[in-house]
């Protein structure tokens, strides 16, 4: 791993200033970017900085095709039509534009009606969750949610009876950002279908794209739309796909209007382009799309590696805790919220006891950044899974990368011995 960890400059960096080693155990809030990705993005600003597509000069003409090539790169590792690719700012702009679509799409051809319902999980991200909750207000529908099993695994036993003719959107999660959960979605998917095959299946894959493989070739017979971010699979800031299968697409209206979209326009009516752009309005983060693309490249790279290395890190420190729990055992304890490590992204959330009393998550993380070691605290924008769990303060998080070592967990394990001693005194 010390190979790798030189690719990301930011950690010679940070000693340098600090003089001190960084311990990133945050890459589920964002991961860390490696060289090759802002280089590419400088390479853009420094030698064809150009708007796309409306030019014919030397610059438009590069900076489109390296545009261009990160769509077909992506395409291509997601084993994908490049015209199933709809660049969005994020994971949150792709929930909402995507739900949108569905609306308008109703307005045109009528198919949610009151009282229908929409199928979705208690481990949903607020991006997934908020604009359910909008489409299902604004359109008299109930939102319906699966649960949880004793092992935090997505309890589907009881799937057949909460699905029915009025179940018209299911909308599950590839991964919690709390848990690491992974969900079986091809299996889920695939039972929804078979108890309502009209029903419009939904997949956030955010928590899980970087660290599991997806293959829309192997999920297009049961999953229609899916949506992630890249500023946690090493890429930029600002950049996000929106996967919608392309004849379910091509009967959709753009949500968002403006320039690039349109075939013709006149004093009052416009009509639209008819591929995969048209849902593209505006400037896109051309820099961040083609610094994408370097980070479809290292995600390649490392195929196969990332879930292996969470998993084998999941485990150590999981092994570290039930130590340190058993040495101060109704004293200080560490009790942690996380999957199986043959089903968990490299994700684990805890709670800090001492002498059974909580110490707050904001505390927990306030006194390891003294320490140089980043991680996140509180709902981890999935609070009704805090309120499932019954921890209204919410939870420390840990989450582990390709980066991430052994050692890592051993002065994580240090600082949390440090919180003992400061709320001991």
């Known amino acids: 791993m010390d190979q790798i960890k030189k690719e990301f400059q930011i950690f010679e960096n940070y000693k340098k200033e600090n003089n001190v080693e960084l311990i990133y155990l945050d890459s589920a809030a964002s991961s860390l970017t490696p060289d090759t990705v802002i280089n590419k993005m400088n390479e853009y600003y420094f030698n064809y900085r150009s708007n796309i597509n409306r030019a014919v000069s030397k610059l438009a003409t590069k900076s489109t095709l390296e545009f261009e090539n990160s769509r077909q790169l992506l395409s291509e590792y997601l084993n994908c039509s490049e015209e199933e690719i709809i660049w969005t700012s994020g994971a949150t702009a792709s929930s909402n534009m995507l739900l949108d679509l569905i609306a308008l799409y109703d307005e045109e051809n009528p ?3 009151e009282n229908n319902e929409i199928l979705t999980t208690i481990l949903e991200h607020h991006s997934s969750l908020l604009p359910l909750q909008k489409l299902a207000r604004n359109k008299k529908m109930e939102l319906i949610f699966l649960e949880l099993d004793s092992d ?7 799937l057949g009876n909460l699905i029915s003719e009025k179940t018209k959107i299911a909308s599950i999660t590839l991964t919690s950002n709390v848990t690491g959960t992974l969900v079986d979605i091809k299996n889920i998917a695939r039972k929804i279908k078979e108890i309502n ?8 894959m955010t928590a899980g794209f970087g660290h599991v493989e997806i293959n829309f070739q192997n999920l297009r017979n049961y999953v229609d739309a899916a949506y992630f971010s890249f500023h946690k699979a090493f890429g930029p800031t600002g950049v996000g796909a ?6 379910i697409s ?9 320039g690039g979209i349109v075939a013709k326009v006149d ?3 416009a009509s639209f382009r008819s591929d995969i752009k048209v849902f593209e309005a505006g400037t896109p983060n051309i820099a961040g799309i083609i610094g994408e693309g370097e980070a479809v490249k290292f995600l390649r790279k490392i195929e196969g590696k990332s879930f292996s290395h969470s998993k084998n890190l999941v485990e150590y420190f999981l092994e570290k805790v039930e130590e ?6 109704n004293i200080f304890q560490i009790k942690t919220f996380a999957a199986d490590p043959d089903k968990n992204s490299g994700i684990i959330s ?5 002498n059974e009393k909580e110490i707050h998550p904001h505390d927990v993380a306030e006194i390891l950044s003294r320490y140089n070691i980043s991680v996140r605290a509180g709902h981890h924008c999935a609070e009704p899974l805090m309120n499932y769990f019954g921890i209204p303060s919410g939870l420390t998080r840990i989450s582990f990368h390709i980066y991430n070592t052994e050692n890592d967990i051993d002065i994580l394990l240090i600082g949390l011995l440090k919180i003992k001693s400061v709320f001991e005194k």
């Open 350 to 354: 805890f709670q800090v006891l001492l």
């Open 250 to 258: 091509r009967e959709m209206t753009p949500s968002i209007l403006g």
């Open 324 to 329: 340190l729990n058993s040495k101060y055992i």
């Open 111 to 113: 198919f949610l009606f």
């Open 152 to 158: 935090l695994n997505l309890d589907i036993s009881n």
């Open 242 to 247: 929106l996967w919608i299968r392309r004849e």
């Open 267 to 269: 004093r009052d009516m």
């Open 197 to 204: 095959k009209d029903i419009f299946v939904i997949c956030d």
